[in-house]
T-cell receptor, first 115, second 110 residues
Framework: GAVVSQHPSWVICKSGTSVKIECRSLDFQATTMFWYRQFPKQSLMLMATSNEGSKATYEQGVEKDKFLINHASLTLSTLTVTSAHPEDSSFYICSAPWGSNYGYTFGSGTRLTVV | RKEVEQDPGPFNVPEGATVAFNCTYS??????FFWYRQDCRKEPKLLMS???SGNEDGRFTAQLNRASQYISLLIRDSKLSDSATYLC???????????FGAGTRLTVKP
């Protein structure tokens, strides 16, 4: 089946630094990648949709200058959290659709802690 | 009102019990429906799609009622390994129109 590899699994960074999260589709071409954020005991919230070769589409309330998304190839999408603050601490997860009704395949998630 | 609502639980049941989860959605134009399972600090994994006629996969049965905008998941003969959070997921017409419920937490005890 379709696999999305996400790295790093967890990261601790200092306030003000930037963190890059990568998602790679291993055995299929992901023309679209969704980026979600999940706070404890809450549902996944869609942050943005990246499309290969074009600008990402951000959901309302998500700062595009803070969460930089790049989808330069059919197998790689990245999310960079710039100037991270403690309130950015969360579980970030990517997902790509495959098949017409197979749902979505998720990366393993990145737990970001900003101290 | 949330777009996808689930009873958060937790549901604590003994091994072998039958447990049912409910989910309601607000968008009547929703096209596809899924149940995902999410283990603690892990990514969600597709448990099963939900079809209008209802569908079964081993001990798991999913039902959809479009008129009532209601989805259910029934787990029979619960196992310890069924302990997880179960997410109701509703998809609209477009790929980015996918909405997750907050999840229902299930703990199966010996």
């Amino acid at each position: 089946g379709a696999v999305v590899s996400q790295h790093p699994s967890w990261v601790i960074c200092k306030s003000g630094t930037s963190v890059k999260i990568e998602c790679r589709s291993l055995d299929f071409q992901a023309t679209t990648m969704f980026w979600y954020r999940q706070f404890p005991k809450q549902s996944l919230m869609l942050m943005a949709t990246s499309n290969e070769g074009s600008k990402a589409t951000y959901e309302q309330g998500v700062e595009k200058d803070k969460f930089l998304i790049n989808h330069a190839s059919l197998t790689l999408s990245t999310l960079t959290v710039t100037s991270a603050h403690p309130e950015d601490s969360s579980f970030y997860i990517c997902s790509a659709p495959w098949g017409s009704n197979y749902g979505y395949t998720f990366g393993s998630g990145t737990r970001l802690t900003v101290v | 009102r949330k777009e996808v609502e689930q009873d958060p639980g937790p549901f604590n049941v003994p091994e072998g019990a039958t447990v049912a989860f409910n989910c309601t959605y607000s968008n009547s134009a929703s096209q596809s429906f899924f149940w995902y399972r999410q283990d603690c600090r892990k990514e969600p994994k597709l448990l099963m799609s939900v079809y209008s006629s209802g569908n079964e996969d081993g001990r798991f049965t999913a039902q959809l009622n479009r008129a009532s905008q209601y989805i259910s998941l029934l787990i029979r003969d619960s196992k310890l390994s069924d302990s997880a959070t179960y997410l109701c997921v509703v998809k609209g017409l477009y790929n980015n129109d996918m909405r997750f419920g907050a999840g229902t937490r299930l703990t199966v005890k010996p």
